[in-house]
């Protein structure tokens, strides 16, 4: 390996974290500590897929069978988790229960382990097996 191809995942890293703090200035006037969280994950998403994207140009990477119903598994989950979450908010008077600190503390314990309970049940019953991820190679 070459040094060009050595620094090619640092310039890429500087490129993205250029990005993210433009999106900073662009989203978090609009959106608050929401646009900062929207900015860092979307820097990471770039990332992620620009480097992948570089592995698999350069052959270093070849996805063995099995990702892409893994792929669809999680996004089913990940879907059936945020629309939880998502009744979760527009259901419950979080800023009514501000007076009610352990109502508070419950209600979000409750949404929590439910959004846990729901994503790890759905990965189950679409047939991801748990022990996989804890073979060593």
């Given amino acids: 390996m070459h040094g060009r191809t050595r620094a090619r995942p640092v310039k890429i890293a500087i490129v993205v ?16 500590h929401v646009g900062l969280a929207l900015s860092v994950s979307l820097g990471a998403m770039i990332n992620a897929i620009w480097l992948f994207v570089g592995l698999k140009r350069a052959g270093a990477y070849k996805p063995e069978p099995g990702w892409g119903a893994f792929t ?33 503390i419950g209600w979000t314990a409750l949404c929590l382990g439910g959004a846990a309970l729901l994503y790890f049940g759905v990965l189950r019953v679409s047939g991801l097996k748990f022990g996989q991820f804890t073979r060593r190679g």
């Fill in 72 to 104: 669809l598994r999680v996004v089913g989950a990940t879907t059936l988790l945020g629309a939880l979450l998502w009744w979760a908010e527009h259901h419950i008077d979080w800023l009514g229960l501000a007076g009610h600190q352990a109502q508070r």
């Fill in 17 to 32: 974290l250029v990005l993210t703090q433009v999106m900073n200035a662009i989203f978090v006037p609009f959106l608050g």
